[in-house]
């Protein structure tokens, strides 16, 4: 395809999902329920900003010992926070919430020029970008491009990958993560005309199709490649059971990446293997019946292990943007599943009472489970996509 027919198709490659995500109808009703899930997030992160310390940004919150854990702005999580008060502004019209994430944003706009991760997408897209789309402005726009400007620095063309990480034991790790900062890149291009970006997402994206997924599309966590050469030198994990284990939050960024791939590019490889995730995950035979997913689909303990919400909450509002792609089978399946889990989690079980969990709206995530990092917790992240998921199905009603 010549890059003038990219960049058409970029003209339809809507950023991030708003109000105006799509018109197709679900299934079922669940407007009340979705309702009153949103009500409750307002009121919990206007709990939240009430009792926000200066300078930082939420992290997690360890409620046996009642500890609030933030980050500073150069953490990989930092844009999470903001961007979901934009979701939750665009919902309730309640103007504190816009000034709470422009306050947390002119912390968090120095990190445009961090050029020393691969995070910029989740920090600055997930922020910046949702401003943007509420309110555009040329200084906002400007930030977005001064990040993509930095993301580009991590790509090299010999392993056709951007790096992940800058630590470690392994030369030059690429980790199926990434796959959610290529958005940022699709949105450059789109504004500046600039096709090298474009060209880093796709081919970004081709060499974690060809390198980090089985037969089962299951994923590979992370892919270590030799810099000068591009071959493989191995394929391991980091956050999951094993090294050939499905780590669960790895399997929902596959699949909400590639479904990104797909709008932004049109190229069917790309709805292939997101509807071959989709599959992997919905019908694996250690999926629970409330369709949360333990914190690795494969470790040996199931079922006396934890689970991660974060996982379900990503892969609900992939599946509602994915279900606009494909056939009307396999749509109503997406749609259905994306309600068993958006009903699940809006239960006792997963979402805290309004005033407690530090503000944090879902419970039971699990960050890093091998490293003894966030095992059971409430994650800021987890409830991004939690919101980000109800706003998507809302839009679907009108």
């Known amino acids: 395809m010549h890059i003038i ?3 058409c198709l970029l003209l339809t490659c809507c950023y991030i999902s708003g109000t105006s995500f799509s018109q197709q109808k679900p299934v079922t009703g669940m407007q009340t329920l979705i309702d009153s899930a949103l009500h409750r997030a307002v009121k919990q992160y206007t709990f939240m900003s009430a009792n926000m310390p200066p300078g930082v940004l939420p992290k997690t919150y360890y409620w046996g010992t009642r500890k609030f854990e933030t980050s500073p702005t150069s953490w990989w999580t930092s844009g999470f926070y903001p961007g979901s008060l934009h979701y ?3 919902y309730s019209h309640d103007h504190s919430l816009q000034d709470e994430a422009a306050r947390v944003e002119k912390l968090l706009e120095k990190e445009q020029f961090n050029k ?3 995070d910029l997408g989740f920090m600055m897209y997930c922020s910046f970008g ?3 789309r509420l309110h555009p402005s040329k200084e906002y726009e400007e930030i977005l491009m001064n990040s993509a400007r930095s993301l580009s620095t991590r790509f090299n063309p010999v392993t056709g990958c951007i790096r992940s990480w800058d630590h470690g034991k392994w030369k030059f790790p690429v980790i199926i993560d990434n796959m959610m900062n290529l958005e940022l890149l699709f949105w450059a291009t789109k504004y500046s005309g600039d096709s090298s970006f474009y060209r880093i997402a796709v081919t970004h994206a081709n060499t974690t199709m060809k390198n980090h997924f089985r037969k089962d599309h299951s994923s590979y966590h992370v892919v270590d490649y030799d810099p000068a050469t591009g071959k493989v030198i ?6 999951g059971y094993a090294d050939e284990s499905a780590w669960a939050r790895g399997q929902a960024w596959g699949l909400y990446g590639y479904t990104v791939m797909y709008r932004c590019t049109k190229n069917k490889n790309y709805l292939t293997l997101a509807n071959g995730i989709a599959q992997f995950i919905m019908n694996h035979p250690n999926l629970p019946a409330d369709k949360i997913p333990y914190w690795d689909y494969n470790t040996p303990d199931i079922p006396a292990t934890y689970r991660d919400a974060s996982a379900a909450a990503i892969t609900a509002s992939a599946l509602l943007e994915l279900s606009k792609y494909t056939d ?4 109503s399946q997406y749609i259905h599943f994306a309600e068993q889990v958006l009903r699940s989690l809006s239960t006792p079980t997963y979402t805290a009472p309004p005033g407690e969990n530090g503000g944090f709206i879902l419970k039971h995530s699990t960050g890093h489970l091998p490293g003894n990092s966030e095992i ?5 992240y987890a409830d991004y996509y939690y919101i980000e ?3 998507r199905y809302k839009a679907m009603r009108k």
């Open 5 to 7: 027919k990219k960049l």
């Open 88 to 90: 939750l502004y665009e």
């Open 328 to 331: 009307a089978k396999s749509s």
């Open 116 to 118: 020393g991760t691969h």
């Open 130 to 132: 949702n401003a943007n």
């Open 376 to 380: 059971d917790v409430p994650l800021t």
């Open 234 to 239: 191995s394929k391991t994990t980091h956050q």
């Open 389 to 391: 998921a109800l706003m």
